[in-house]
């Protein structure tokens, strides 16, 4: 069971079931625990391989026992994501945590991920579960409709799910419509039908500040 301790703090009941997080992410807990670490980012031996070709680099601490673990991360802002048996994808630095219904792996991404200084791949969930993801400031969920595409400037990109595709457009990003852009410019666009999440504040990436 996921649930929010106020918007920063991800608190999960464990009744011998297992939770997969962000190593070093784990504040408080009480109750029975047992903690191992791995190498996070996808399971088993192609795991590893597909993380050491495509850097997508994910440390994650498995936690399993009877109690409540209390999960954060620089104060950052959390959101909770329910899959039911489709695909969310995530950059690796804003995935927390992940329930012992999910399954994580990385997938390639195209120029996508390039632009945005993350290689060329990010990180996949899927199954039946929660996943909780993380946003420098409260998350923005925005709806992708087969009419209505959405731009996003790839600095602030965090997460996707739904039947969407998705291409890098270069020529021009946010700032430059402004005057105030330099470097390379591009977005991201969506097409199709789901969910894109935006966060409030823009990583730097291989074109510089977006």
Partial sequence: MFRLQGSKTLAVDLTGDVVKAKNGSMVAYDGRMSFKKLSG???GLRGMV???????????MEVSGQGTCYFADRASEISLVSLHG???????????????GLRTGTTFTGLRGGASGNGLFTTTVEGT??????SDGEALVLRVTPQYPL???????????GNLRQQLQSGVNFRTLMGEGSGEAFQMRFEGDGLVYVQPSERNTVGGDV
């Fill in 41 to 43: 980012g996808g399971e």
């Fill in 50 to 60: 597909t993380r050491r070709l495509t850097g997508e680099q994910m440390t994650v």
């Fill in 86 to 100: 489709d695909k969310l994808y995530v950059e690796a630095s804003n995935l927390l945590a992940t329930d012992s």
């Fill in 129 to 134: 579960g929660q996943a909780a993801i993380m």
């Fill in 151 to 161: 731009m996003v400037d790839p600095g602030a990109y965090i997460a996707h799910q």
